[in-house]
């Protein structure tokens, strides 16, 4: 076996540099570099005095100089996760903090989507990152490590978009990106106050062919927030958010087919040639989403309201050859055709008081959310819906309550809090024929997860903190739709559990730097992971142990007012702890795939004339197993470079802005992200050589 990563070399060297920091650092803060956060203790609160790994991009480090498309153009830049921009809408990004969701077969799991107070993530924890219309982003907050067991099924993370408030009188803007590989963008969108409401309203259209072939893709977003206060101390807000989309799928591809051309789709074999051509392999989505948020303040508590529901509808053309006419097995179509409604309620009551000479801060809450599937699957013959081959009603339920605490007195700051967590699975099975059997079923899950934190305040400029949770994650309703990739639904699976651990610095360094440092270990009981997966449909099991070790750090500077830079580094050994499996046995030792060792990620800003900003990014990221045994080819490591130039004037009620970049300038071949444990061994997905775009907008305001 390895030798065990430690971390009390880098805690001795922690210790070493900390004086040095604090002689440095003077009293006075920044407030950019000690924004107000609200993901981990609910209620507003400095992110410099959290017990919590917690970064926060503001609106300009997610639009400027940015086609706003992906959230990976932003999320980047935070140390602790890795976002990768597939190139393949049909799959959405893959999205990992500290290794969890990093098996994702498609979308986001494992890490908690929020939009606006709403959830983005479904009741099981499966959400889709690319419903985040970052045209009308203020700032995304990014929560990791222990602080995350407060918000339920998932182990990895929480991350929350915050849309901008409408504020002062009415505008209208309209904007046009075009770059590389047949991508346009057109946006439309308008904000004010009129009579006492405010509203933003944002309309866009997204055309793109695509890097690699079969990979085009049209996407449409509409998004409405109305905001009125019905009195001095309330609030209450209407957000409407729709996603419609149509994407090919590309598939992956196996190491000699993007050894020979990175851009090609995989020839397959004699017997499935041409795999993503020859089943015309694609995916459509219509989502809406709508909901109201209440807020009123009762002297120094306050009383948080919500509730949303939507209706979502797929239908995905997968790589699976159609069966037999006499087949009756279920499961056995290649194409995946459902509608989902989902609804929710959430509440919670944060009261502050004084006790025990400091400040208590105390929050008791209890979210409720359901999902619910009519799902049918059909043969695909040749890129058509054939024969009926599945037909199932699928029901999540998740239930959650939670206490929260924090009292602040002196240098200390200590919180703790308690969340149960229930989540129901059922299926009821309709396509029921001869021996295929009724496959329906359910399973329940709970568990009742702790957090504890604490925070000591050195100086004024140095905070130390530790903090630790146990997690608990439920498979998703698509890790239980098979046993195997071929039969029936898996009501066998295991919840994951860990346990967090995590201690850090966070400190202030003069008036224009900041520095946190994480040091975190994971231990996980039943990690779920692929048994196997091919033409899109993916079976799990619960491995053994596993274990996850690392060190985040994120350094952020103003050199001088015309230079900023930014530096973000995370190394993370991930291992399985003990082997298991029998057919193809894994290794104790074996590092977890998709997850790289170390990645990193640096800018550096110039404003060389007032409203124009030029940019050199680097991004880093080291090799990438992609299967449990450790047996197939890595994808490499890589270091790529990004410039971007963005530029602003104004006349009268006129503001124009302009934004040119080049992504991969030294148009390198490298794997942007892995398909873990595809049984076909196509589990690379080819990242664009180099590549630019550019736009333009104007705003008018009234």
Known sequence: MPPRFTLAPIALALTSALAGIAHAADDSTSLVLNPVVVTGS????ASFDMPAAIDVLDRDQITAGQPRINASEALVAVPGVIANNRQNYAQDLQIS???FGARSAFGVRGVKLIADGIPASMPDGQGQAATFNLDVAERMEVLRGPYSAIYGNHSGGVIQLFTREPTGRPSVEGGFAAGSYGTTKAELSAQGQLEGLGYVLDATRLKTDGYRDHSAATREQAFAKITTKPD?????????????????????????????????????TGSSPTPATTYNTRKSIDHLQGGVTYERRFGTDTLQLSAYSGQRSVIQYQAIAPSSPSAITRGSGGVVDFDRDFYGVGGRWIAVRQAGGGKLTTTFGADYDVSKDNRSGYDNRSGVKSTLRRKEVDNVESTGTYIQSEW????????????????????????????????????????????????????????????AARGFETPTLNEMFYATPTTGFNF????????????????????????NLALFQVKTDDELVVLASSGGRTSYQNAGKTLRQGVELAFDT???????????????RAIYDEGFGSTTPVDAGNTMPGIPRTSAFGDLAWK??????????????SRTYVNDANTATPAPSYAIANVRVSAEQKAGPWRFTEFA??????????????????????????APGRNGMVGVNARYTW
Request: proline fraction near 5%.
């Open 42 to 45: 609910r209620a507003e609160a």
């Open 97 to 99: 903090t500290r290794g």
């Open 232 to 268: 001095d101390v309330s609030k209450l807000t209407f957000v409407v958010n729709g996603f419609w989309q149509r994407a090919d799928d590309p598939l992956g591809v196996t190491w000699g087919s993007y050894k020979n051309n990175p851009r090609a789709i995989d020839p397959g």
């Open 408 to 467: 602040q007195r002196g240098d200390w700051i200590v919180s703790g809090g308690l969340r149960y967590s229930a989540v129901k699975f059922s299926v009821d099975d309709k396509y029921i024929v001869g021996i295929n059997g009724d496959d329906s079923g359910s399973r329940n899950y709970s568990k009742t997860t702790p957090v504890l934190g604490v925070v000591y305040k050195l100086n004024p400029a140095v905070n130390l903190y530790a903090s």
């Open 492 to 515: 066998g699976l295991s919840p994951a559990r860990s346990e967090h651990l995590e201690t850090g610095v966070k400190a202030l360094v003069g008036n224009s730097s900041r520095v």
């Open 558 to 572: 103003a050199w001088r007012r015309d230079l900023t830079s930014r530096f973000a580094f995370t190394m993370l």
């Open 608 to 621: 060389p004339l007032p409203g124009v900003t030029a940019a050199i990014e680097g991004i880093y990221r």
């Open 661 to 686: 970049r080049i992504d991969n300038l030294f148009d390198r071949n490298y794997i942007g992200s892995v398909i873990v444990g595809d049984g076909n061994g196509r589990y690379y997905e080819p």
